[in-house]
């Protein structure tokens, strides 16, 4: 098995990107690999606790804490988050801030690489 | 090197995509990627669809999208999210995304 690190820059919540690299990671973890996932820009949205899931609108929390329990390693850009507002104290638990080194160095020992451009 | 290069919009990326010129090449479209296995304009197919490149398109963007997977062009490969994860690790050692 191996690890994939997937990058997703950019996207807010609701955004095709962000759906499609959850469900990738889903796809992965469930065939043994390791997946390390990395949210920049708008796509630290994704790490906001108390997200209220609506119908008919996507809603990416739930499906994120299924794919953490399943080993799922998430982490979010500290400065990209803390830019819009999003601070530590709320941050869903589970979910890393760091630097963007982390995603650097992810990517250093990943077997493949993922970077999914902004939309 | 062998390259995947997802195609994620339906704009015209063929410039893109010929530039690209890696020992082996596979375009997997997803998200509104996928309207390029199956719309004609003026009754011809996308021009994506002339690379020489293996094509592939993920089912459940077609199929959130309207389209049977049974009528995709015959040269794309329709896949499942685990049929991509396959290709990024036995079939590719490199990715983009356009």
């Known amino acids: 098995m191996g690890k994939l690190t997937i990058g997703c820059f950019a996207s807010l919540v609701g955004s095709l990107n962000l759906d499609f690299t959850l469900k990738l990671a889903g796809a992965a973890l469930d065939k043994g690999h390791k997946v390390d996932l990395w949210v920049s820009g708008n796509g630290t949205m994704l790490s906001i606790k ?37 601070n530590k104290d709320n941050t869903m638990e589970g979910v890393k801030r760091h630097s963007m080194d982390w995603y650097l160095a992810s990517t250093f020992d990943a077997d493949r690489v993922l970077h999914i451009g902004g939309e | 090197m062998k390259l995947a290069v997802f195609v994620s919009d339906y704009k015209m990326t063929v410039d893109t995509l010929e530039r690209l010129k890696p020992e082996k090449m596979g375009i997997i479209l997803v998200q509104n990627g996928v309207y390029h296995a199956s719309v004609k304009e003026n009754g011809n197919a996308s021009s ?51």
């Open chain 1, 50 to 86: 108390d997200q209220r899931a609506f119908k008919d609108y996507s809603s990416l929390a739930k499906p994120l804490q299924e794919l953490m329990e399943k080993g799922l390693n998430i982490t979010a850009c500290e400065a990209c988050a803390e830019a819009r507002g999003y």
């Open chain 2, 48 to 98: 994506v669809l002339d690379s020489s490149a293996d094509l592939y398109a993920l089912k459940e963007d077609l199929e959130t999208r309207g389209i049977d997977p049974a009528n995709v062009d015959s040269k794309v490969k329709v896949v499942s999210f685990g049929d991509v994860v396959d290709l990024i690790f036995n079939d590719y050692e490199k990715t983009a995304w356009l």
